[in-house]
């Protein structure tokens, strides 16, 4: 290598942060930021370094250039690629029109480059094949985050700073300089000989950031308490515990009140929460939603005020087309335009599948059979009747049926995922099929004489109005059989059926 050993006691907090917080385990390969200046070709030194001893399997360095500054871009590009090689490192550049990204996203440049460099970062580290991502935040840049953090007005998650580590899986952004400040980093460079660019805008009292660091924290210094940088580490310290705490009492809240494939949550169970513990369900059922971006706190107070008003129908904006509707005890997390596709256009889509026949002959030879209704599997099986009507009860005892009947918080009957018909009932229907509603649908209820509109069914069920063009129907004509889990009288399943037909969806 063509640089000295960096300062052993910065080579020590390096490698001791990266074991304790296993940021890189033996044998992964890592992708590294690199911009040419002092931190990050501090970072790509000190992980050289220790290559060996940390048993890191690859080291690949990514330098994105914003396309800001001209010649001197260029210049800090051509730097990192002559570090990399002189340090033994694998290299690889992107180019960016930053000043155009901003303009087309209507953010800053600041916040435009930002972006740009993670997007480069993933796409890089999943041709590299590498398991992490490391950034060169260091000390001096977590005290400034929190402190911007404090001026904008943020709760205990944001006060905990920059983290160490974050991300799980198969990818990872880790943080290895976060325990040493800059002056360390300097003279980690000067002591191995590095002679890293500087980017002339990092002293130009611009950004938000940069403000910060060049005339509030030193005032703040001079003025109120010259040791105003530890004092902010130590309050995200203090935020982080919290916030760690609290994220893990919010996972076994959602673990009760959360549905992964309905995207909705319980709007009873937040009800009855402490508004601390509320808010961070709120926050975590919008990321798992994927509509985190941008929720700020206001957004969050209008979601909790849906649970607490109880107004069937009733919705609450989010960002980026998303929004909140409270129907049938829940708050459902919903896009005007999911995948580029509206609601609207997304129930056309399913309606226009066309229906498919119920596969009488399969399950008389069989026993068994699946189709499909558009990407929606369809299973049924043949059962005898009375031991699927025992083996029902055993499965839901009478007390908690009738809770389940009766309790306006729990999922309706139309929405379970399964149903059971009579076989012999079925068998005398013409030509039953699977499909999804259409104009004119109807269903005739057990006890009842005539019949009710779909429609009508539906807002009796509080079926929530996005759901009730995906529920798949067996339908003879304009007859429905079943609707989702509740079966037609016509052809339900009863104590007395001789053998059922069991349907999952």
Known sequence: MKYSTGNPDTLAK???????????????????????????????????????????????AVHVNHGLRGAESDRDEDYSRQLSEDLGAEFRAFHFDIGAEAAVHRVGTEEAGRRARYAAFEQACAEYKAAGIATAHNRNDQAETILMRILRGTGIHGLAGISRKRGAGTVRVIRPLLDIGRTEIEEYCESCGLVPVRDHTNDEAVYTRNRIRLELLPYLRKNYNADIDDALIRLGRLAGDDDDYLREVTGKIMLECWNEAEKSLSAGSIRNLHPALAKRAVAEAAARSGAMENTGERHIRNVLALATDRKEGKEADLTGGWYVRCSGGKLWFLNRKRGGCADAEKSAELSSFRPVSFPVEQLKRTGRAEVFLGEIAVKLQLVPGPEAERDAK?????KERKKENTNAERTCAVLRRTVELDWDLLRRQKDPVFRFRQPGDRIQL???????????FFVDRRVPRHLRDRI????????????????????GATPESTAIVSIEY
């Not at 033996?26 to 370094?49: F, K, M, Q």
């Not at 055993?394 to 009478?398: Q, R």
């Not at 057990?446 to 009508?456: A, E």
């Open 446 to 456: 057990r006890g009842m004489k005539g019949h009710k509109k779909l429609q009508d």
């Open 14 to 60: 390096i490698r001791d942060a990266v074991r304790e917080y296993e940021m890189i385990l033996p044998g992964e390969r890592i992708v590294t930021g690199l911009s040419g200046g002092p931190d990050s070709a501090c970072l790509l030194h000190a992980l050289c370094c220790l290559r060996e001893e940390l048993q890191i399997g690859g080291i690949l």
């Open 472 to 491: 798949p129907l067996l339908a003879c004509g304009k007859e429905v059989l079943s609707a989702g889990g509740e079966a037609a009288g016509i052809c």
């Open 394 to 398: 055993k499965k839901i005892p009478d």
